[in-house]
């Protein structure tokens, strides 16, 4: 195995800093859920209550007929006040994140360009604050968290899992309580939707303040993608590992997606690391069958494809160049 550089070990250091830092606001928009979920609580448990009453008494338990009791509107009515607030608070949250973790994309592009130039001052031109400034306006109006979550498509989904909770749990006669309880357990599906879009709409500007600085330093001339070696890593991830990528290229990612941008810097030894590949054949099989599933893990070992196959990058409308794991049946085929 070769050895880890300086600038690897410096990287992984700011990444648990960024996993920190997103932990932590994660938990004030969950308690902030958690909130109105309370408010919702009540109106949520009356209907449960009342279709279980229709139930016992014969009454057609359908969508349609669901859907003109005035309770279920008043639901409807009291979600859709509800959303546009906490809509609004998250949208609010992610902006001002974002203005964070852009002068941090900057300051670690700053940090891991001399770690990889050990024992020599490098000169190069630093990004000014308006840049930061100019990147956050351009992706918070327009976004994906934006557009999902002001324009309710999200809401819609969670809706439509609150709704089957009720109507499976009125037709199996569950306790109505219970009910309720899966009915909130539906409506969360926006929460881990806005979870997902916060964190993944600050990590990009992070990026793409953090490439534009190797850009303008005239000192970098790419960057490697760097994977987060752990159980929870993505496989697409694990398998590009190391991918040099010129600057002018952004690097396909995923919602949710912990891959760093090394810088390599002209004149001076790329970086070295233990490559994903090299690194997932070094874990005890249950790791690696964590990491690939079971599907894959097993056709892996049969020799049926290379670690190498295992990302594709698709066009997301949503997130531009998305990767991701390829589908087993593409790997067997």
């Known amino acids: 195995?070769?050895?880890?550089?300086?600038?690897?070990?410096?990287?992984?250091?700011?990444?648990?800093?960024?996993?920190?830092?997103?932990?932590?606001?994660?938990?004030?928009?969950?308690?902030?859920?958690?909130?109105?979920?309370?408010?919702?609580?009540?109106?949520?448990?009356?209907?449960?209550?009342?279709?279980?009453?229709?139930?016992?008494?014969?009454?057609?338990?359908?969508?349609?007929?669901?859907?003109?009791?005035?309770?279920?509107?008043?639901?409807?009515?009291?979600?859709?006040?509800?959303w546009d607030r906490y809509a609004a608070y998250a949208l609010d949250t992610v902006t001002t994140g974002q203005y964070v973790y852009g002068?941090?994309?900057?300051?670690?592009?700053?940090?891991?360009?001399?770690?990889?130039?050990?024992?020599?001052?490098?000169?190069?031109?630093?990004?000014?604050?308006?840049?930061?400034?100019?990147?956050?306006?351009?992706?918070?109006?327009?976004?994906?968290?934006?557009?999902?979550?002001?324009?309710?498509?999200?809401?819609?989904?969670?809706?439509?899992?609150?709704?089957?909770?009720?109507?499976?749990?009125t037709v199996l006669g569950r306790n109505p309580r219970k009910t309720a309880r899966l009915m909130a357990d539906g409506l969360a599906r926006g929460l881990n939707q806005a979870l997902t879009i916060n964190r993944t709409e600050q990590i990009r500007?992070?990026?793409?303040?953090?490439?534009?600085?190797?850009?303008?330093?005239?000192?970098?001339?790419?960057?490697?993608?760097?994977?987060?070696?752990?159980?929870?890593?993505?496989?697409?991830?694990?398998?590009?590992?190391g991918q040099f990528i010129p600057l002018d290229r952004e690097m396909a990612e995923h919602p949710n997606g912990r891959c760093a941008q090394v810088p390599k810097v002209i004149g001076f030894a790329a970086p070295t690391w233990q490559r994903g590949p090299q690194w997932l054949e070094s874990q005890p099989a249950s790791v690696q069958q964590s990491i690939l599933g079971p599907g894959r893990y097993a056709a892996w070992q049969r020799g049926d494809f290379d670690l190498s196959d295992l990302a594709t990058v698709q066009r997301s409308a949503e997130w531009g160049h998305s990767l991701q794991a390829t589908p087993l049946k593409e790997l067997v085929n």
């Open 1 to 82: 195995m070769p050895p880890e550089s300086d600038v690897i070990r410096v990287m992984d250091e700011f990444k648990a800093a960024l996993l920190n830092r997103e932990a932590a606001q994660m938990d004030a928009m969950a308690n902030r859920w958690l909130e109105m979920e309370r408010r919702l609580a009540p109106t949520i448990e009356l209907l449960a209550r009342e279709m279980e009453e229709r139930r016992a008494m014969g009454l057609p338990i359908t969508q349609a007929a669901l859907f003109r009791l005035e309770r279920y509107q008043d639901l409807l009515a009291q979600i859709r006040q509800e």
């Open 103 to 169: 002068q941090l994309g900057v300051n670690h592009a700053v940090s891991s360009m001399q770690a990889s130039a050990p024992g020599v001052p490098l000169t190069f031109r630093r990004l000014p604050t308006e840049a930061v400034q100019n990147m956050v306006g351009l992706l918070g109006n327009g976004s994906p968290l934006h557009t999902l979550l002001m324009n309710s498509a999200v809401q819609a989904e969670a809706v439509d899992a609150m709704t089957s909770a009720l109507l499976e749990g």
């Open 205 to 241: 500007v992070y990026r793409q303040l953090n490439r534009q600085q190797y850009a303008a330093s005239g000192v970098v001339e790419g960057y490697y993608r760097l994977a987060t070696r752990d159980s929870r890593v993505c496989p697409a991830c694990l398998a590009l590992d």
